[in-house]
Every structure is written in C-alpha cells, then in structure tokens.
C-alpha cells in the first residue's frame, strides 16, 4: 500500500479539519517499554497544531488514551507495539466535550474488537442529544468511567476535572496517572507550547511554511527560520484565535497578490493570503513561552471560554494533581509532551492561576472575550459559576 493509501482517513468530513483525508502520523517512544505517543495534526486552514493518542503499557496489555484517526499506518504501527507488549485491552475516550477526541473512537473500536472501551460520563453530541450507540460507540463492550469503575484501578489513578456546565454541553475531562512511571495522562486542560515547531510537522511542513509568509505572492520556502515563524504565526491564531498584532488585508489588496507565479498551486492556496503581520507581533508568542522555554499552562481558548467563571474548580483539579505521589511527567493530548513536572511545577501552576488576573478582556484576548459576551449576552452559556454535581464514582 501507498503512504498516502496508509494514511488515509475517510470519516473526516464528520469534522472537516485539515489535513482531512489524510493524517501523517509520528509514532515517538516517550517512556522506554511503557508509553508511546502518535502524533498527528489538525486544524483549520493549515493552523494546525498536534494531537496526540498515548499508548501506555499496562499490566494486561496496552491502553489508548484519547485516540486519533486509526489509519492504516497507526494499526501497523498499533500492531507492532502489540508483538512485543500485548493486546491493547483498554480504549479510553477521556473527555466529554473534545469532539477531536470523540470521533476517532469508534473505528479505533472496530480496528480492536476484543478491548474494552470506557468513555467519561455525559457524552455529548452537536447539534441534536444522540444516545452514545448512535455515536457509533460499541455498546456491548463500552463502559462509563466513574459511574462504572475504572480500568486497571490498581495501577492507575482517574481524576476528573469536572463536569462543568458550559451551557451549550458539559465539559469533563479526566486525567489518568500511571503510578509506575510517574506520568500524568491529559487531554485539554493543560498545554505546553514549544518555541520550536514539533517534529510532527516534519513530515509536512507545508502549515508553518503557509503561514510565514508576509504576501500571499511569496512562494512558499523552506529553511529552519521560515519554519519557526510560521509555527510561532499558528500558535498565536490557535492560542487567540484572531490575533492582534495582524491586520485583515482588503479583498482588492488579497485578490491583486493572487496567482502569483509560484503560488498558482492550492498547496499555497492559489495565493490567498488575507494576513498581514506588524511589526513586534512576536511579542505575544514570547508572553507564552517566558525564558524561550515552554511552561505548562492553561490554553487561552479554554481559559477564556471554557473556564472564565470555573477558575476555583481548575485550581482545586490542579493542586490534587500537584498531590500525585512521584509525579515525573505531565503529558498532554496537544502541543508538547512529555512536559518533565514535580509537585512543585503544579503547585506553582496553581497559585499562577489563582492569584493572576484570569481570562481578561483586554490586549490579546480582545477577540475570546468579545465572543464569550456575546455567548453570556444570548444565553447560550452560563453567566455565572455553576457546577454540576460530579458523577458518583
Ligand atoms: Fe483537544
């Protein structure tokens, strides 16, 4: 079979993001004999940015959190992990409200009829509530995490953050830690973004090289700078979504750079490029990265439109975690993984959260906040704190 045949995904209209229906995946070795990360990206008009499933060994076999696409070239590669360290036995699909996370699932079931497959409590689906057989998860062999136990509890610790009522569905997320290597298995909740673009998109590096460009009639060029720049470009537009040291170019001035010789492809878009950059925009992507350094954080997307009003609830999540014993690595289902991190690092983390100012308005976040106004303003999410009762384990 072809690469490209390999790595073919035909459900990706279900979510039509890039690279649609084709996924590249980047299997890495994170933890030696114990736990393994396939990588690949998405996104929205090339800013994309990793997703990752973690493969763990366990006791009986291996255990998939968070899936992603199951290709051809991730079951080969899913197989060979089963030669040398057993079946995988446990599918787990850890959030409620990623729907990223959420799709992949029940071909990664097909793909492995013999694992368990446990998902967190209050499944939701959009636009219309479908009960989860009609999400296509198996039900004979599909479990609820929480309200029906947990898998391999006497090797792993499930902690949930949430469910939170966003008005619109219910964001719950539950972290798994693997007591044996010290690794705390995430999906949303906390990121670590890298100054330099992950390896994944060495496989295809044409989203950084897309978005370093200043014109839409510069072709698109490879070299180690252009490709920081364009990494750099798409973390501010995941991290804020729109944003602020960039201007929207008038249609005449976009449609004028159009069909430029060597941008007549639609690998560049056909030379539509709306964007332009002003001067200092890197200052923001430094205010994520203190020190060039990456550091554990909570997303501005989440931070601003998830859980502006459910900071206490973050901050109560975090410091459990902080209270993990040999906690070693953090290891999130975006950006950077594994993220070394003690006690101390989480417990920082909260105290950051509790005593900074949280999901502001202002700068930056101009953009999050005038859409959740507009959200609080329609009704459409809560305006104030409220919980909704955690589901009895
Ligand atoms: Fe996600």
Not at 33 to 50: D, H, I, K, N, T
Not at 138 to 152: C, I, M, N, Q
Not at 205 to 212: D, G, I, R, V
Not at 294 to 309: D, G, T
Request: hydrophobic share 45%; proline share 11%; charged share 20%.
């Amino acid at each position: 079979m072809s690469a490209s045949a390999d790595q073919r995904w035909p459900w990706w209209p279900l979510l039509p993001l890039y690279p649609y229906g084709r996924r590249r995946t980047l299997v890495r070795e994170l933890i030696a004999g114990r736990l393994w990360s396939f990588e690949q990206v998405q996104g929205v008009w090339y800013v994309a940015v990793p997703i990752r499933m973690l493969v763990l060994r366990v006791r009986e076999g291996l255990l998939l959190y968070a899936p992603v696409a199951p290709t051809a070239e991730v079951r080969a590669r899913l197989r060979d992990l089963e030669e040398r360290h057993g079946r995988v036995c446990t599918i787990v699909l850890p959030t409620a409200s990623g729907l990223e996370h959420k799709l992949p699932v029940p071909a990664m079931a097909r793909a492995f009829p013999e694992a368990q497959v446990w998902v967190t409590p209050r499944q939701w689906s959009f636009p219309l509530p479908l009960p989860p057989a009609w999400l296509g998860f198996p039900a004979a062999r599909t479990r609820v995490l929480l309200s029906d136990g947990v898998p391999h509890g006497d090797q792993l610790d499930w902690l949930p953050l949430g469910p939170l009522d966003l008005g619109l569905g219910t964001f719950l997320e539950i972290a798994c830690f693997d007591r044996a290597s010290g690794s705390l298995l995430l999906t949303d909740a906390l990121v670590a973004i890298p100054p330099e673009p992950p390896a994944v998109f060495d496989l295809d590096p044409t989203p950084l090289l897309f978005h370093a460009r200043e014109r839409g009639n510069e072709p698109l060029l490879d070299d180690p700078e252009r490709r920081r720049r364009g990494w750099w470009r798409m973390v501010l537009f995941a991290t804020y979504l729109r944003p602020r040291p960039l201007e929207i170019l008038p249609m005449g001035e976009v449609l004028r750079h159009c069909l430029a010789p060597g941008c007549r492809g639609a690998k560049s878009h056909f030379g539509f490029y709306p964007f332009r950059w002003l001067p200092g925009w890197q200052a923001d992507f430094e205010a994520l990265t203190p020190g060039g350094r990456s550091r554990l954080q909570v997303a501005a997307v989440l931070e601003r439109l998830v859980f502006p009003r459910q900071r206490s609830a973050l901050v109560a999540w975090i410091r459990q975690l902080a209270g993990l014993k040999d906690l070693r690595w953090v290891v999130p289902a975006h950006h950077e993984a594994p993220v070394a991190s003690s006690a101390a690092d989480l417990t920082a983390l909260a105290d950051r959260i509790e005593r900074g100012d949280w999901a502001p308005d202002h700068g930056a976040w101009e953009t999050l906040a005038g859409i959740d106004t507009t959200l609080v303003r329609l009704g459409l999410v809560p305006g104030d704190t409220h919980q909704i009762p955690k589901p009895q384990p």
